[in-house]
């Protein structure tokens, strides 16, 4: 078994391309920035999000039936287990945004260049198209400086208090303002 040590971590998808293997069409799945990740642990799990970046937020909460057909079609998400032998890495799928994938082997054909993971898949079904493609896929590791922290939400949670704070403080200092003026003016009649 291969040194797994290389691929543990977080990858953010920075390329996703299609290749439709009737016609040798390239196209952009989830749009030409794709949103997504995927990680590895140490313990043999893995899991991957991804989301399309041509996503439209719904109107309301809930989304409409349309709107969650929608947003269920731009995204993709599994979790399972994972091999890795250099060469490939096998993702063993105990869920998924589709089940028809959930229990299935997913295999990806993978070069790992120093902070680049390559995923390629060999010739498949697409699930959004039923065509026979292959997914050629680019990722680039997360570094730590990246992740946000618990303390960092809490930091952006006082920043973010403090300004409505500031502003809460403008407001009331203007209606004060306002109401002392409303008081005197009719001191000026007489």
């Known amino acids: 078994m291969a040194d797994a040590s290389r691929l543990i971590g977080t990858w953010k998808m920075v390329s ?30 893995m899991f991957a999000v991804v989301v399309s970046s041509t996503r439209d937020r719904p109107a309301s909460v809930p989304p409409t039936d349309n709107e969650k057909v929608e947003l269920f079609d731009t995204m993709l998400a599994y979790a399972g287990t994972y091999t890795f032998d250099d060469r490939k890495v096998v993702h063993d799928l105990d869920v998924s945004w589709n089940e028809s994938w959930t229990g299935t082997k997913q295999v990806r054909f993978c070069a790992l260049v120093g902070e680049q ?26 570094q730590k ?46």
């Open 145 to 190: 400086s990246e992740t946000r922290t618990p303390s960092d939400r809490a930091a952006r949670f006082r920043e973010g208090l403090a300004k409505a704070n500031a502003e809460y403080q403008k407001i009331t200092s203007a209606i004060f303002t306002l109401s002392v003026g409303l008081v005197a003016l009719p001191l000026l009649f007489f």
């Open 16 to 45: 996703w391309k299609r290749e439709t293997v009737e016609t040798g069409e390239v196209s952009d799945p989830v749009g030409p920035n794709p949103n997504g990740y995927i990680s590895y642990a140490a313990d043999g799990r």
């Open 117 to 142: 993971l390559s995923l390629v898949t060999d010739q498949i079904k697409d699930p959004a198209t039923g065509q026979d493609v292959i997914h050629r896929i680019e990722f680039r590791k997360v």
